[in-house]
Structure formats: C-alpha cells, structure tokens
C-alpha cells in the first residue's frame, strides 16, 4: 500500500512494484524476490504476487508511480515476516495444574542466557485469554487485552514484538502474567461465553528469536522448563472486573534476581490448529480523564462524575492500612440521590456470588503509603465512578 502527496492535481496512470531480500539487491533490480513489471492500474494497494515468503526474514521494496509524462519512484522500505506456517512454531502451549474454575491468575517466568552479543530478537506471543509482557522487568508493548478476540477452538492470534533493546549480553528474564479474557470466562451471563467449548484455564505460547551479531540464531521458547506460580491478581473477568491483592505481590517476580522457588509449568493442548499474526487495530490508551465534580456519599464512599461516557478502565491512588479493602464500580447512570445506577447494564449478569458485581473492580491495600491501581485484563462503559472502602 501507498500513497501520493502532491500540490498540484496528479493521477496515478501506472505502477510497478519490486521487492528483494536485500537492499543491495532492490537498489540494482537484481535477483529480485518479485517484480510486478509496469502495470496500467490506479490501484494503492496490492496483494504480494511474488515468490513464497520466508519466516523471520526482512524484505526491502519500493514503487514506481506513472503519471502524465512523470515517473516517480518511492524511497525504499521494508516490511519483515512472523510466523508463516504453523511448523514455524518451536514453542509449546503450557500452563499450570489448576483448573478452570480456579480464579488467581497465573503467571509464568523464564531465566536465560544470551551468551554473545545481541543484533536484534523478537518476541512472538499468544496468551490467552490475555497477557501481560515482560522482559527484564519491563514492560513490553504499550497496548492492552492482547490478543484480539476470535473463535478460539478455530483461530488464535498472536502478536510481535521488537525486543532488541529489552535485552542484554548475559542473563535475562521473561515474565508473563495471564488472565481469563473471553477465553475462560468463569462469571455467567445472558451470552453464555461460560458454556464456550474452548473453555480452559489460560495458557501460554511464546517464543523469543535472538540473532547475535555473528548472525547465529537461538530460540527461547516456551516449555516446562518455564515456572509459574498465581500473585497477586485474585480474580479478573472481562465483564465484572479485576481483585487485586497488593499483599501478595512479589517484586522482582520477572527479573533475573528473583530467588523463590515456583512450580513447573504443564503442557497445554493447542485451542486450534489455525494461529494466526493479529492484524486488527491494537487496543490503546488514547486519552485520559480527570473527574469533572465529585460527591461525598459519606465517609467511605464517594462518587465521581468523569463528564462523559466512555469505555476504559479507572487507575486509582489511595492510601490506607494494610488489608483495607477498595471496591471501583462503574455505571452510566445516578439514581435520584446520586448513588451509581447500574440498572441498564447488570441484568446481563448472572453472578455465582456476592463478590461478582458487573463493571467492579477491586484493590486489597498493602499498607505501603500511596498506592496505585490501574486493574488489567477488563475494562468498563461508565461516565460515573463509586469509590467504597471498609475504612474511613
């Protein structure tokens, strides 16, 4: 795909296309991987004819454009393939020994060793129902609910991530924490994703690809050389929300210098046989909101008004003793003394208990001075914000 910037009026009359696995050879239209010769077409975009792809390989291309009595040719770039089969996948499906039932979410921790200098690595990953990505300590990726939701007994997809700069000469650490997603969810509702025949406690498929500046190659792939262990995200689902427990966090969990000991991770069966790169648009923050007025309920509740409806998630910053106990709900509606209304949206709810309340997040304190939470792997449509805790 392409397209043309001018400042006078210009057609597109004719177009040719070459791609090469080389800059060199693109600059001397050598051993070209395809050349679509000169084609008498307005078209901007244009499906790949050329010779078959490889895996984990960068292509160089650029166009040149007809118009009346000019050509024009681009400046070159470059577009870099994944996985092109399923073959190509060295990594195994794994996860823990618990259940689907089972409501901590897991996680799972790598160490290894890059023993000569790093040209460039990538990270090809799928956990679903979602994950978090981690290498080092650092959080990889800025988007969020990856990967994007699919049939999953048919199709599953994964995401690509440059590591390069995550990574160093010597040890390192791979952390990935999962959560339920639409893959498992446990909490009923009027759509029934709780009878889903993919149904599963979530699993992990990863893989790492570092090649080193002598242009060896090794593959960090996920096993049952992996560990895993739950912490401190105690529930989570896409239409209720997260419980996060700050007293059971683990610092250091997905670093080289984390010392406790975790179990083994298990082999997981694959969903589906079709995995797929994600091509859907990634899930982002794009703004943030202050409250617009806020309104005392009494000492431990209060209500805030974001001055408009909105889909995303609430970060919060409180203080308080350990063990304090902080419930965020959200709803699109005040009832007539101000109070959230939730009533338009929790009939499609069918709750197990009283702690699965719709769109309601929850923070247990650490007692640690300011803390925040930012809950993953749900997020919510409300305008109206109710804040509630069992302490003053």
Same mark, same amino acid.
């Given at each position: 795909m392409w397209h043309m910037n001018s400042k006078k009026p210009q057609q597109q009359q004719a177009y040719r296309i070459i791609v090469a696995n080389s800059i060199e050879k693109l600059n001397t239209d050598s051993a070209l991987v395809w050349d679509s010769g000169k084609i008498k077409a307005d078209d901007q975009i244009v499906y790949y004819e050329g010779a078959p792809l490889m895996a984990h390989k960068r292509y160089y291309w650029k166009v040149e454009i007809w118009t009346a009595g000019k050509k024009i040719v681009s400046k070159p770039t470059w577009f870099e393939t994944a996985k092109i089969a399923s073959s190509d996948w060295k990594a195994s499906w794994i996860t823990d020994t618990h259940d689907k039932e089972f409501e901590p979410s897991p996680r799972f921790r790598k160490v290894f060793n890059a023993q000569k200098p790093i040209a460039e690595a990538r990270c090809y990953i799928s956990g679903l129902?979602?994950?978090?990505?981690? @290498?080092?300590?650092? %959080?990889? $990726? &800025?988007?969020?609910?990856?990967?994007?939701? *699919?049939d999953y007994s048919k199709r599953v997809l994964y995401n690509t991530y440059d590591v390069t700069e995550a990574l160093q000469k010597g040890t390192n650490c791979i952390g990935v924490q999962l959560g339920n997603g639409w893959f498992n969810e446990q909490t009923p509702?009027?759509?029934?994703?709780?009878?889903?025949?993919?149904?599963?406690?979530?699993?992990?498929?990863?893989?790492? @690809?570092?090649?080193? %500046?002598? $242009? &060896?190659?090794?593959?960090?792939?996920?096993? *049952?050389?992996?560990?895993?262990?739950?912490?401190?995200?105690r529930f989570d689902n896409i239409h209720v929300g997260t419980t996060y427990d700050a007293r059971l966090e683990q610092p250091g969990w997905n670093t080289v210098n984390f010392k406790e000991s975790w179990k083994a991770s298990t082999l997981a069966n694959a969903p589906a046989h079709l995995i797929e790169s994600q091509k859907m648009p990634l899930i982002a923050e794009t703004d943030r909101y202050s409250p617009v007025s806020v309104t005392k309920i009494n000492d431990t509740c209060y209500v805030y008004d974001m001055?408009?409806?909105?889909?995303?998630?609430?970060?919060?910053?409180?203080?308080?003793?350990?063990?304090?106990?902080?419930?965020?709900?959200?709803?699109?509606?005040?009832?007539?003394?101000?109070?959230?209304?939730?009533?338009?949206?929790?009939?499609?709810?069918?709750?197990?208990?009283?702690?699965?309340?719709?769109?309601?997040?929850?923070?247990?304190?650490?007692?640690?001075?300011?803390?925040?939470?930012?809950?993953?792997?749900?997020?919510?449509?409300?305008?109206?914000?109710?804040?509630t805790s069992d302490h003053p």
């Open positions: 129902g979602y994950y978090q990505l981690y @290498l080092n300590g650092k %959080t990889i $990726g &800025e988007s969020s609910l990856n990967p994007g939701f *699919t509702t009027v759509w029934y994703f709780h009878l889903a025949p993919w149904r599963a406690r979530p699993q992990l498929l990863c893989e790492v @690809l570092i090649t080193y %500046t002598d $242009g &060896e190659q090794e593959i960090i792939k996920s096993d *049952t050389s992996w560990q895993t262990n739950t912490g401190p995200v001055g408009m409806n909105t889909a995303g998630i609430t970060e919060v910053r409180i203080k308080g003793q350990k063990g304090t106990r902080v419930m965020v709900r959200h709803a699109e509606m005040l009832d007539s003394v101000g109070n959230i209304d939730q009533r338009n949206i929790n009939m499609h709810l069918r709750p197990r208990n009283e702690r699965e309340i719709i769109q309601s997040d929850v923070y247990i304190l650490k007692g640690a001075g300011e803390e925040v939470f930012k809950p993953a792997f749900t997020y919510h449509g409300f305008q109206y914000v109710e804040i």
